[in-house]
């Protein structure tokens, strides 16, 4: 796994990037999204891999990239840095198959953006690390951990519901409100929530998971992983 003495800031510092680089944990929904619209569309771009188990995210090299410290940000080939996964795949889609071609689809996506990540994405993504990320945690955050499933299953509930009836979030197809909430909504058994509860949730992940190009989360970082 590549760490922080790996991650190119002189040439970020010097704004030479010529390529798009992604920094990226292995694991995350919310890494992946940018990923997956950078493969399916064809994008060409660098990945690197920070360890936020490891605290590599804190350290001096990081926060030379991304004074915030987290992940992902996304470092364009023009030298600018973008946070939020979403707001990386409003910037990557533009031009592209995956943006709405109307006004009333992209507003609609954005809502559907908007809702995943203060309705689902906060639910799933902690009880998720706490039950399968580490595990050795799941006891001790266990009331913590229900609560987190409650809440995302009154989210999820909702979307399980705007799903039926239709293949992709949008009526006009596949596109980034498909892919952002995709990111947790897909794992959201590795959450201790059951994917049989939302049938119409089980249809439309199988619906992304034959669209072109569509590679799943498992994927992310293949052949940057040390072996070790």
Known sequence: M???QDLRVSVI??????????????????????WLA????GIPFALELVDV??????SPE?????PLGVVPYLLTDAGQGIGE?????????????????????RAEALQWMFFEQSKLEPHISPARFFTTILPEERERRAVDIAQWQSAASVGL???????SGREFVLLEGYSIADIAVFGYVHV?????????????IFRWIEAVRRTDGYRPLTEMGEGLVRAA
């Open 2 to 4: 590549s760490s922080p």
């Open 38 to 41: 950078m493969t399916q569309l």
């Open 85 to 105: 996964s979403n707001a990386m795949l409003w910037y990557l889609a533009e031009g592209s198959p995956l943006m709405p071609e109307t006004k009333a689809g």
């Open 188 to 200: 959201l058994e590795e959450a201790g929530l059951k994917l049989a509860d939302y049938p119409a």
């Open 53 to 58: 188990l490891k605290g590599e995210q804190k």
């Open 13 to 34: 510092q010097d704004a030479q990037v010529t390529m798009i680089t992604l920094f990226a944990c292995l694991g995350s929904g919310n890494c992946y999204k940018p």
């Open 62 to 66: 990081y926060l030379q990239i991304n």
């Open 157 to 163: 509930a909702r979307l399980d519901a705007h799903l």
